[in-house]
């Protein structure tokens, strides 16, 4: 269960893989792409199937208010 962020909700809250994602957006400085997330992470990057559950973690992070999408389909932390 990936947690909504807000008040009170440290990232510690998440499972120890969306940790991970974070700390790699986190890291970069600015937005990332999943396929550089992927990298990071060790992941096959040059098969696209493999790419895609690492997507669903993103927009899931996204969507509860962890990482931003932006219109390009990258992602940034929200601060």
Sequence with gaps: MIPERGP???ET???PEYQRILTVARKAGGPV???QVG???GLEVTVKG???P???KLRKLSD???LRKRPDGK????P
């Design 13 to 15: 809250a998440l499972p």
């Design 50 to 52: 493999k790419l895609e």
């Design 54 to 56: 690492l997507r669903g």
């Design 33 to 35: 792409s999943v396929r």
């Design 75 to 78: 992602f940034t932390v929200r």
């Design 39 to 41: 990298e990071e992470l």
């Design 8 to 10: 009170g909700v440290e």
């Design 64 to 66: 509860r208010g962890w």
